[in-house]
């Protein structure tokens, strides 16, 4: 059974999730079946451990008399077969104790780890058909607003603002202790950028930054912190290209052909390559603008990346396909 075989068989009964992509499905199934493994062994081990302890050590004499006594006789291949079924049946007792329980946390595991990723993926569309909503419903009262943002201001900063940051982070990040440290700098910018001062000065944004630098720069450091997004130089050599972009596609089983790239190109010409190589699959290479001499890339969805450059236009940033960068 193949990955995708065994990821398609073991969602088949859970609510929703023709909604989940067959490579989260896939990383899903991969970590539960490492988790079954190691529960199955542990409880196996225990098992025998039990067994050797009641019966003072000569568990393991009495299952090879046992087998012995049976082996006598005539030695054909019936025979053969015969000793080899009642061997199983005398095995499997210890056997069906750990199978059972690791298939009962399999099925627990996967329910969890579902509505994890479908909850995720509802509150990202609800966010962003708020913040669609929140926009017209501030165009209608102002309609004298000239700019391309709207809403309502609470603290000298636009809830419309607020509403569109948390949507383009639900979109492009699924780890939810990620999304809540990022809550706290929607909350309150200056605080986040106190406790975070020294990613800050190291990129030469000081105290007289404002709330929405603060922010956009926030979500791009803990994306790169995350290892769901990597920050290369502009002029960054291939070799180094290639191991980081490596790292990021395994995550979507994606894979990266070295030999397509040439020396003498840059970013945005390797970046569409890979768009090119990963459009059946549907993925591609996507950038966040930070105003510097270096790119912020990561990989998603192509109809992700398209929302994604929407929502960031209403807030005068701009995240784009790597390859138009």
Known sequence: MTKEERATKWFCN???????????????????????????FILFAVVWILLFMLSAG??????????????????????????????????????IFPLIVALIVKNKLLQS?????????????????EGSQLFEISEKNHPDWTGDIGGIEQD??????????????????????????LEACF????????????KYSNRAIFEEATKDMIIWIGIVDELI???LAVELDWKEA??????????????????????LLEESKDIPTWCEILDEKWVEKNFCVGA???????????????????????LSKRLNHRIDFAKNM
Not at 187 to 198: D, G, L
Not at 291 to 301: A, E, G, N, R
């Open 14 to 40: 859970i609510p929703n999730a023709e909604s989940v992509s067959i490579e989260t499905k896939m990383d899903i199934c991969s970590k539960i079946a490492k988790k079954m493994a190691i529960i199955f």
């Open 187 to 198: 909350a309150t910018p200056k605080k986040y950028f106190n406790k975070n001062i020294e």
């Open 288 to 310: 966040i603008d930070i105003d510097s001499d270096s790119y912020v890339l990561f990989i998603c969805k192509r109809e992700v990346l398209q929302r994604l450059s929407s």
């Open 58 to 95: 000569k568990i393991f004499d009495i299952i090879a008399n046992f087998l012995n006594n049976i082996s006598e006789g005539s030695h054909t291949r019936n025979h053969y077969k015969g000793m080899a079924l009642v061997g199983s049946f005398v095995l499997l007792p210890p056997i």
């Open 156 to 181: 000298g900063f636009m809830m419309r603002e607020i509403e569109t940051y948390r949507a383009i982070s639900e979109l492009i990040i699924d780890d939810r202790t990620i999304l809540s440290d």
């Open 238 to 259: 291939k070799e180094e290209f290639l191991e980081q972009m490596k790292d990021l596609a395994s995550k979507y089983h994606l894979e990266v052909w070295e030999d």
């Open 225 to 227: 912190d995350g290892d």
């Open 113 to 129: 780890e579902a509505a994890k990723v479908i909850n995720a993926m509802n509150i990202g569309e609800s966010i962003a058909k």
